[in-house]
Every structure is written in structure tokens, then in C-alpha cells.
């Protein structure tokens, strides 16, 4: 079966200090990876999507990247975060494109301050 | 732009079925309804999706009405285990999954 990971949990930051988030998925091959933001109280706002290595497709100009170096690994990064970071952050992957389910991981709760 | 309209909570008592309505009158043909949900602090999880014909799956029931334009979720018996932000989206399956604000249910003892 299929699992996603993400770590860490939690993460407390200063403001203008670097991020980086990873998820991986065991379990399968040639995933599609998503990340998602979702702020106190907000719904899930779609922040990357990569349907391979190396492919990222941002969806909100933002002071966040992402990136693919291995099929099953996702990477959210940040050089300098904002307040406006804070937030629940969601990995999800997908056998294909937007044509199936999404299964999300645990989530990781950034606070900036 | 959300397509569905959802009550922003609910409650039903443990060991009812809870009923989750959903409005989307403007579905078009091959846009599926998709419910998933979110319990706190976790990811969301996908709960059961329907064209036309009603589903049921092991966690829910999902009642689509003849002209499309609204849907109901059915936890048959609650627990406290339900209490979540449910969503209910619509789509094809080549978009993206956009999520709205949900029916935070709250099932109580």
C-alpha cells in the first residue's frame, strides 16, 4: 500500500530564516505531487504541483519554491519566510494528473515569528 | 471560485446518521461531486465521488438529486470519530481539486 510522509511536524521559525519541507511517498511509482497551504481557519490553497522529476508548476507567485530531485520526493523551500508563512502545510500525491483522488500526508504546522 | 455552497456547521448526536448538503446548481454534465474530509491538525481524506448515480462506499453514502444541482453525504452512524470540516467540491476529473470553507460537524455523545 501506498503511505506519504512528511516531516517534520511542527516547526517554529524566525522571520526571514530559510525553510525546507519534505514529503515522500512509498509505494508507488511516477507519482503526481502536490503541496498546499492552508491557513488558521482558511481552506487549502494549491501552492505546487509536479507531475516528475525536476517539473514544478507553481500556482501563487509567492517567496516560496519547490522541488523534485527524486521521483517520490517534494520539497518546499523557502530563503527568507514571512509571517504570512504561517500555516498548516499539506503534501498530497495522485497516480495521475488531477484524474484521480488525492491522498494527503500529515501535514506540517509552520508558525513564523 | 467555489461551485458549492455548504452550511458552515452542523451537529448531529453519536449514533445518528449525519446529513451534509451540498449546493452546486451550476454543475455542468461532467463535473463529478467529490467529498473528502479534515480532521484537526491532519490531512484531508477522501471520503466517496459521484456523476449522476448515487454511491456508497465502507464510510458513507452519497445521494446526488436527478437534476445534479445538489447532493447529500450520509455518515449512517456518527461517532465521535466524525467530528471534521467536511468538503464537498465539484469537478472534472482533469481539474484541480479546489477546497471551500466546508460544514465543520460536530457530533456530540
Known amino acids: 500500500s501506498q503511505t506519504i510522509h512528511q516531516w517534520p511536524a511542527t516547526l517554529v521559525q524566525p522571520v526571514g530564516s530559510p525553510l525546507s519541507l519534505e514529503c515522500t511517498v512509498e509505494g508507488t511509482s511516477n507519482p503526481n505531487l502536490y503541496w498546499y497551504r492552508q491557513a488558521a481557519g482558511r481552506g487549502l490553497q494549491l501552492l505546487f504541483y509536479?507531475?516528475?522529476?525536476?517539473?514544478i508548476s507553481s500556482e501563487v507567485p509567492q517567496n516560496l519554491s519547490a522541488s523534485r530531485p527524486q521521483d517520490r520526493q517534494f520539497i518546499l523551500s523557502s530563503k527568507k519566510l514571512l509571517l504570512s508563512d504561517s500555516g498548516f502545510y499539506l503534501c498530497?500525491?495522485?497516480?495521475?494528473?488531477?484524474?484521480?483522488?488525492?491522498?494527503f500526508g500529515p501535514g506540517t504546522r509552520l508558525t513564523v515569528l | 471560485d467555489a461551485k458549492t455552497t455548504q452550511p458552515p456547521s452542523m451537529d448531529c448526536a453519536e449514533g445518528r446518521a449525519a446529513n451534509l448538503p451540498c449546493n452546486h446548481s451550476t454543475i455542468s454534465g461532467n463535473e463529478y461531486v467529490y467529498w473528502y474530509r479534515q480532521i484537526h491538525s491532519q490531512g484531508p481524506q477522501y471520503i466517496i465521488h459521484g456523476l449522476k448515480n448515487n454511491e456508497t462506499n465502507e464510510m458513507a453514502s452519497l445521494i446526488i438529486t436527478e437534476d445534479r444541482k445538489s447532493s447529500t453525504l450520509i455518515l449512517p452512524h456518527a461517532t465521535l470519530r466524525d467530528t471534521a470540516v467536511y468538503y464537498c467540491?465539484?469537478?472534472?476529473?482533469?481539474?484541480?481539486?479546489?477546497f471551500g470553507t466546508g460544514t465543520r460537524l460536530q457530533v456530540f455523545p
Open positions: 498530497a500525491w495522485t497516480f495521475g494528473v488531477w484524474t484521480d483522488t488525492q491522498y
Open positions: 509536479s507531475v516528475g522529476i525536476g517539473q
Open positions: 467540491i465539484v469537478r472534472v476529473h482533469t481539474d484541480k481539486l479546489i
